[in-house]
């Protein structure tokens, strides 16, 4: 297929591989953008997959506190060396991220970190739930597999629609920033606290007064 001059420069600029790389993946990906950058990241070419068996200890531990206090997070973001985690740009992006906790409330960084009895115990509810709707068993195991995908996508923070630009993911994020900054970047570990959390209380829809703040 004809491939398009702006989707190859856009896929350049998200993963720093080269042009004809770009091309390349592009056309194998069928024009998918996301696809043709996960491409590149499985054969190594991107920048993203270059960088991301360097150590990176330097970084900040960045907090982000809601207004008035209710809810507050702390995220660990690590980048190779002290010059980078002290720029504008590195900065942005962990307060970026600390405000994306904040919003969207993730359990895990990755769904490597999810314990697999936790999984395990998800794909049994929601193939009781396939069941329960009267979908035929023998399709029900590729539901259940479809639907253990929207589990991490709303439990894990690199798979999460970033809240800022829902088109684009936090790991696709991630590594725009990893191909603008040129060093390996980590988004490691984080906490998040909200007040009375686990106390019987009023329910607000922190979220909502989260991203109405992130808007403004």
């Known amino acids: 297929m004809a491939v398009d001059a702006k989707a190859v420069k856009e896929?350049?600029?998200?993963t720093g591989a080269g042009m004809l790389d770009c091309k390349k993946a592009l056309e194998e990906a069928n024009g998918d953008i996301t696809k043709a950058a996960e491409l590149l990241r499985e054969k190594g070419l991107s920048a993203a997959a270059n960088k991301a068996g360097r150590i990176a200890t330097e970084g900040v531990v960045e907090s982000y506190i809601h207004a008035g206090g209710r809810i507050g997070v702390l995220v660990e973001i690590n980048c190779e060396t002290d010059f980078v985690g002290k720029?504008?740009?590195?900065?942005?992006?962990?307060?970026d991220i600390a405000m994306q906790i904040a919003a969207a409330n993730p359990r895990y960084v990755r769904r490597e970190e999810v314990p697999q009895e936790e999984v395990e115990k998800e794909k049994e509810i929601l193939k009781a739930q396939a069941l329960n709707e009267g979908k035929p068993e023998k399709i029900v195991e590729k539901m259940v597999e479809g639907r253990i995908s929207k589990f991490y996508e709303e439990y894990c923070l690199l798979e999460q629609s970033f809240v800022k630009d829902p088109d684009k993911t936090i790991s696709q994020l991630l590594n725009e920033k990893i191909s603008t900054i040129g060093e390996n970047i980590s988004i490691r570990r984080f906490a998040r606290?909200?007040?009375g959390e686990g106390l019987e209380k009023k329910v607000d829809n922190f979220v909502e007064e989260v991203m109405a703040q992130v808007n403004q």
Do not use: G, I
């Not at 896929?11 to 998200?14: I, S």
């Not at 720029?87 to 307060?95: I, L, N, Q």
């Open 11 to 14: 896929l350049r600029e998200r």
């Open 87 to 95: 720029t504008d740009s590195f900065k942005d992006f962990a307060r």
């Open 193 to 195: 606290f909200e007040l």
